[in-house]
């Protein structure tokens, strides 16, 4: 980009053709206030705030839309200017119903802070004092049109980053208003309720209903963790005072993982269930009863004792590293059991063996590549996974290719199409026949010359023999058609990614994540030494147990007498409780009252994700630093720190290293 | 020296402001030599003379509102407004939300704890405005101090430049809307 030279203020100034005046300023620490701008979202010019005079223009123009050229003499601080930007103000406090006394967002207000900058002690104009509703039906958030001032920037932020494109303007002039859809409650829309129109917005017009009141950034102390719900290991920026969240924020609203979700902006601050703050021991009438903590440890020590093989350990993958492989070391040497896996173990077994199958040489999880790559594809495949629910950045990710760069997206799904408005081909197949489908869709990418040819070996062109198009229809009741038009858009694509999920990993049958990956190795969708392909880690920590070998056997039921669940925050779905039901003494170390305690023998009190800190290991591979945010309420230890004092009890010293 | 002689008034407000004077505390003791109050809620005084300051908080609301600001800005050098109300509307004018025969309606009859109420209707009482307005809409005003109410800091400020003889601007850091 060529360099260009311009004069700011009586000051010479460099920057880049393509700069708006706005950016040069930025850059160069030139002060220029700003409302409707918002650093990484594209701009608009509609506040006029950032108005700059322009050697040879004939009026102020807006520096944040102004494209800058090599030699031209900027103002951006006369008089003239700052009584522009006063009356600006006066005119959008006038536009409106700002009432800032009893605002929630008083004291972390763009509009406000302006209007002190300005000295704005009293309006010239009359207040036109609009009729306007408030849309309070959303469990997360509000919009209160009245302290809209129409900036746009939740809009953008909706379409440029959130990819939902549920926010828009309605109306014309006067009556223009943000609306959702087409004017629903937002309640009612599209939205995914992501948050990111609520860190957006510059005044009160969009807000958190779980944050309200409870404290302004200035007086809250912020800490950056990460999101202990999914997988993808979003970080989060914790706004913390006096021992309560009050609010969750994205550190870069407008990067990769930016919007951030429902689960880790909202529904971790939308907990309900009852806490467990004391150790429960079921007593003489079979009631759980509160005990201390000598005498839980006690009743474990002495059951525990002597059952060894037949005792096993359960963890949930939000655990940290650490937490993992202390509770490992655990069943292995105080317990003396092998028999340990985490509550997704499942799905790492049937994807590496998958792995294995394919390609054995010891790369496993490695071979998948980073999820960036679903914002380059040209072409998505979504196959058994419905990423809006388990995993919504990588949701917004395939939106975002989708829509802004016209990705291609094709869903396998027998039975709902997870992108309804985005889908370009859904391919439903019969329950259970997918692996057909895939297969299908290889043997047509051989055979209509879209396949590498060096990647199709004679001893792939043999298994996919019989694959041929109509044996595929018959077994999976997809039309010839469509499956030819998947395999020739993925097949084209120079970046098709591939994203999997427990549809295909609770099959119990790795043969169909071999024939995943064969396909995309037939059509050369490689990021390097990585396939195009990613599986979807529905837990913070997922990777981290697989990795560190809690999930490498998984438990044989058979003969079991005892388990140790340790869930802490974490929920324990129908399956597993059916089959803790069937447990003669059954250990729960929990946060919350739950069916799993509720069942259990000794229930042990466990931080919840805001009180601990560890190590997670991301979808990508990456190590994420959890960090503590909350103390703990009183009496409740650390998950390591419960583990060691049993130990103890069972004769062992267990060291966390 | 001749003390400063001040009018204070309220008109449709909470108080707030003038409550916020009193927060001056032991500033009082120093300003009492430099100033004398003369009509004022403080004093109970009601009828306005002339003076060198007038100060009023609250928003102008019905026909005695403006009957008094009409008054004391005849009768004063100078006219600063306190607080929101008084500066932009405040709190009082979200009423203009509505009708006035919906605000009169809500009050006085629909209200939960009212058994057949009435509109109030006798000509010796003001008259409600259709609209609530800030004072700079009916007279001329001087200086401002918004605030809700403003601080006794920001108020003390405003003051101090007065009696130095400067026309006073809250300076941004001390400027509140809340």
């Not at chain 1, 429902?262 to 009631?287: A, C, M, N």
């Not at chain 2, 600001?69 to 109300?85: E, P, Q």
Request: proline share 5%; net charge negative; charged share 25%.
């Amino acid at each position: 980009m060529k360099e260009i030279t311009l004069t700011i203020n009586d000051k010479q100034v460099k920057g880049k053709e393509g700069d708006t005046i706005l950016e040069i300023c930025q850059a160069n620490g030139i002060d220029v206030p700003t409302l409707c701008h918002l650093d990484g979202l594209s701009d608009v010019g509609a506040c006029r705030m950032c108005v700059v005079e322009i050697e040879g223009e004939r009026k102020p123009v807006p520096s944040c839309t102004y494209p800058a050229r090599d030699g031209l003499v900027v103002k951006t601080n006369t008089e003239q200017l700052e009584k522009y930007r006063r009356q600006i103000l006066e005119l959008l406090f006038t536009e409106r119903n700002h009432f800032c006394m009893f605002c929630e967002q008083s004291g972390d207000c763009e509009l406000q802070k302006l209007a002190y900058r300005y000295q704005m002690d009293n309006v010239r104009y009359p207040y036109t004092f609009p009729s306007l509703p408030v849309d309070s039906l959303s469990d997360y958030l509000v919009i209160e049109h009245n302290r809209c001032v129409l900036c746009g920037r939740c809009i953008r932020v909706c379409s440029e980053i959130a990819a939902t494109y549920t926010l828009d303007f309605g109306g014309r002039g006067w009556g223009t208003t943000v609306v959702a859809d087409l004017e629903q409650p937002v309640s009612e829309s599209t939205c995914t309720s992501c948050g990111a129109c609520v860190q957006a917005c510059p005044t009160g017009a969009i807000f958190s209903k779980l944050s309200l009141y409870r404290g302004i950034p200035s007086d809250c102390q912020q800490i950056t963790t990460v999101c202990p719900v999914c997988g993808v290991g979003c970080e989060l920026n914790v706004l913390v005072k006096d021992n309560n969240i009050v609010s969750i924020e994205a550190p870069e609203l407008t990067g990769l993982k930016g919007p951030l979700c429902k689960q880790g902006r909202f529904e971790l601050l939308r907990e309900t269930r009852p806490r467990i703050t004391s150790p429960l021991v079921r007593g003489k009438k079979g009631e759980l009863e509160e005990g201390t903590w000598d005498k839980a440890a006690e009743v474990i020590a002495e059951s525990v004792r002597g059952l060894k093989d037949s005792f096993a350990g359960i963890v949930s993958p939000r655990m940290p590293n650490e937490t993992l492989s202390l509770f490992h070391k655990f069943i292995r040497e105080v317990v003396g059991s092998d028999l340990i896996d985490t509550m997704d173990g499942e799905n790492y077994r049937v994807t590496s063996e998958g792995i294995r199958q394919f390609q054995d040489n010891g790369k496993g999880l490695d071979i998948e590549c980073l999820i960036e790559e679903i914002i380059e594809a040209d072409c998505i495949l979504v196959a058994g996974a419905d990423p809006e629910k388990t995993n919504p950045i990588i949701g917004n990710l395939v939106r975002r290719a989708v829509s802004q760069r016209g990705a291609k997206l094709i869903v396998i799904h027998p039975s709902r199409n997870v992108f309804p408005l985005w889908t370009d081909l859904w391919l439903k197949p019969r329950e259970g026949s997918e692996g057909d489908l895939l297969n299908g869709l290889a043997k047509n990418l051989i055979d209509t010359g879209l396949a590498v040819p060096q990647k199709a070996g004679t001893k792939l062109i043999e298994s996919l023999s019989q694959c041929d198009t109509g044996e595929v229809g018959r077994a999976t009741g997809i039309d010839e058609e469509s499956l030819k038009l998947a395999a020739k858009m993925y097949g084209q694509a120079e970046r098709g990614v591939i994203i999997y999920g427990e549809g295909l990993m609770q099959s119990n049958n790795p043969s169909l994540i071999t024939s995943l990956l064969n396909l995309a190795d037939l059509a050369g969708n490689q990021a390097g030494d990585r396939l195009r392909v990613i599986s979807l880690k529905t837990s913070a920590n997922s990777r981290g147990g697989w990795e560190l070998g809690l999930a490498a056997r998984g438990i044989t039921r058979n003969g079991l007498k005892g388990l140790y669940l340790l869930l802490s925050d974490d929920q324990a779905d129908e399956e597993l409780l059916d089959w803790l039901r069937g447990i003669d003494f059954l250990v729960v170390q929990a946060s919350y009252q739950s069916p799993a305690t509720s069942i259990a023998d000794v229930v042990l009190p466990s931080p919840i994700w805001a009180e601990r800190e560890g190590k997670y290991v991301n979808m990508d591979g990456s190590a994420l630093q959890l960090k503590q945010v909350l103390q703990p309420p009183e009496g409740i230890l650390q998950d390591q720190e419960i583990l060691i004092q049993l130990s103890k009890k069972l004769g062992h010293e267990l060291s966390p290293s | 020296m001749a003390k400063v002689k001040i009018a204070t008034a309220w008109l449709d407000c909470c108080s707030g402001c003038h409550m916020s004077f009193l927060d001056l505390d032991e500033a009082l003791i120093g300003l009492a030599d430099a100033i004398e109050i003369t009509t004022s809620p403080i004093t109970d005084f009601k009828e306005f003379s002339p003076v060198d300051l007038g100060i009023i908080e609250g928003a102008i609301s019905n026909t005695h509102d403006e009957e008094v600001a009409k008054d004391l800005r005849a009768n004063c050098k100078i006219l600063m407004v306190w607080g929101d109300c008084a500066c932009f509307g405040g709190i009082v004018a979200m009423r203009n939300l509505f009708t006035k025969e919906e605000v009169l309606r809500r009050y006085y009859i629909e209200t939960e704890s009212t058994i057949e109420g009435k509109i109030p209707s006798s000509e010796d009482l003001p008259q409600l405005f259709e609209q609530v307005k800030p004072v700079n809409q009916v007279v001329k005003v001087d200086c401002y101090v918004p605030g809700c109410p403003p601080s006794a800091k920001a108020i003390h400020y405003a003051v101090a430049e007065l009696l130095e003889g400067r026309i006073p601007v809250l300076p941004s850091e001390i400027m509140r809307f809340d």
